[in-house]
């Protein structure tokens, strides 16, 4: 393995001390990454600040520095997603895309037109709003996806004129970091800074005085204290938090189609995805062929490590989340489930375990009204339509969910009806950059992608001239 070091103000800077990356495929350790020390963080935030000034001033120049980063990222997409596969579990493919998508990213932002925002323009007035950068952004990311995520916040960002400190998990710090070495040479120094560190770096960096906004993604539990950090010293914040996605099939669906679109949305990276198809609901006239459906998928599967040819699933990305999600079916079979295919953890080494579908679940088992992030996916019959919408809504997440339906406007008609920042009809995951992402209740704060997400790394400022001294509103 290569060395890493954390990027900081343009040079490259090894850690104080290091700690260990596990492979989630082998269950070894087999990288060191930086631990940040206070005063390196101090200095990375110091380089940012002394970046913004001049980042901030110059349009056309931000713009094409990210297209140029664009490019550096898409030439070592192969490269960096090997790192990635190592670090996080995810094949090598999808690891790869990672890199494409961010590049997508920046350049979506680059070349995004802004039109003047002006509100009036007359022999009274002139009035128009700005849209002002924030200054040194936090970009806090998690584990399941750390690069492709991380510039959903990165490029947003740099556009609107802020610099970024960006700081993944510590379960995937590797290929973060390679990000920052690779693109030192194409942005200035101190716009972008990625340190890396155990898990009190997090809540020094969103407490360090100088941040002026935190964009984070992670849990619900972590994004609550971020937005007590962020109220601390009225930061901006955007919370893009966890998800129980419910997709809801239609008695006039194909169970074969949907079953096929449904597991891939439930498994895609071993189903760590927060808008990952976390419980199904099914009426209970195609019950029984969609859960055959399911479980053909399910033992059609291929699990393995990433790095090897034809792999579609890796392991889960760490110890933890593994016993977590084999825990959650253990209890759910305790409870009376059955499980149709999958369940056990496969043999070691490695964090794997099988994709699974439960049927006997209840709304009330903890697979069910909790959050899984991993390969397990509950079935559950219904018999009539607001019934299936209230037990959809009844959950205090809301990110994602789907209707799976032969009818469009039937689709459209109950996607409208469900309490959650997107409702997709006969797909699931489906995220192009122009798109507002976000979620309700504890699902998040705020939103990302499309010029929405460009807002958030913004504060309005009105101009506004008066044209006719002594004239007065309107
Ligand atoms: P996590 O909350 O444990 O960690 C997320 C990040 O926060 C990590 O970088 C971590 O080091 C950091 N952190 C930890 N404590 C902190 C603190 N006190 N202050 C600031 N930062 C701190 O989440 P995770 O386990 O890495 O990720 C899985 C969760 O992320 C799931 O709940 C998933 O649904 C959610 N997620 C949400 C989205 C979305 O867009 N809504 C996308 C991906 C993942």
Redesign the pocket.
């Known amino acids: 393995m290569p060395n890493f070091s954390m990027t900081i103000g343009g040079e490259q800077v090894a850690g104080e001390a290091t700690f260990a990356v596990i492979n989630p495929a082998t269950g070894q350790p087999f990288a060191e990454a930086p631990d940040c020390s206070t005063s390196q963080l101090d200095s990375a935030v110091a380089a940012a600040e002394k970046a913004y000034v001049s980042w901030r001033t110059d349009e056309s120049a931000r713009r094409e520095a990210m297209l140029r980063a664009a490019d550096r990222l898409e030439a070592e997409a192969e490269n960096l997603g090997r790192i990635l596969t190592q670090e996080q579990g995810k094949p090598l493919s999808q690891a790869a895309l990672e890199f494409t998508v961010s590049a997508y990213w920046l350049r979506y932002y680059a070349t995004l037109e802004t039109p003047a925002e002006v509100l009036q323009d007359d022999d009274k007035a002139y009035v128009e709003v700005l849209r002002q950068p924030l200054g040194p952004v936090a970009a806090?990311?998690?584990?399941?996806?750390p690069v492709a995520?991380g510039f959903w916040k990165v490029a947003p960002a740099l556009r609107a004129g802020n610099t970024v400190v960006l700081?993944?998990?510590?379960?995937t710090p590797l290929a973060t970091l390679k990000v920052g070495e690779v693109l030192a040479d194409v942005l200035p120094p101190g716009v972008l800074n990625v340190v890396s560190g155990l898990?009190p770096?997090?809540?020094k960096?969103?407490a360090h005085p100088a941040i002026r906004k935190i964009s984070?993604?992670?849990?619900?539990?972590?994004?609550r204290?971020?937005a007590i950090?962020a109220a601390e010293g009225l930061k901006r914040v955007t919370l893009?938090?966890?998800?129980n996605d419910p997709a809801i099939v239609l008695d006039d669906a194909d169970p074969q189609t949907v079953a096929a679109g449904i597991f891939a949305s439930a498994m895609v990276n071993t189903g760590q995805?927060?808008?990952a198809v976390k419980r199904t609901y099914v009426p209970r006239n195609l019950y029984g062929d969609v859960v055959a459906a399911l479980v053909d998928q399910a033992n059609a599967a291929k699990v393995g490590n990433g790095l090897e040819a034809g792999v579609e699933y890796g392991p889960l990305n760490n110890k933890p989340q593994l016993d977590r999600v084999a825990g959650l079916v253990s209890d759910a079979v305790g409870a009376g489930a059955t499980v149709a295919a999958g369940g056990p953890t496969l043999a070691g080494p490695g964090y794997f375990y099988a994709p699974t579908i439960l049927t006997d679940v209840t709304d009330d088992m903890a697979i069910v009204a909790e959050?899984q992030?991993g390969p397990a996916l509950p079935v559950l019959p219904y018999d009539d339509v607001p019934e299936v919408i209230a037990r959809a809504n009844a959950s205090h997440f809301g990110?994602g969910s789907s209707i799976w339906t032969g009818d469009p406007q039937r689709g459209l008609e109950l996607a409208r009806q469900i309490e959650a920042g997107t409702t997709w009809i006969n797909s699931h995951i489906v995220l192009p950059p122009s798109v507002p992402?976000g979620?309700v209740k504890s699902?998040?704060i705020g939103v990302?992608n499309g010029i929405w997400g460009l807002h958030e790394f913004t504060d309005v400022h009105v101009v506004h001239q008066i044209r006719a001294i002594g004239s007065s509103w309107p």
């Open positions: 806090i990311t998690p584990w399941n996806v995520l700081k993944p998990s510590p379960f898990d770096l997090g809540a960096l969103t984070f993604t992670g849990s619900t539990a972590t994004g204290k971020v950090a893009e938090l966890g998800g995805i927060c808008v959050e992030f990110l992402f979620g699902s998040g990302e």
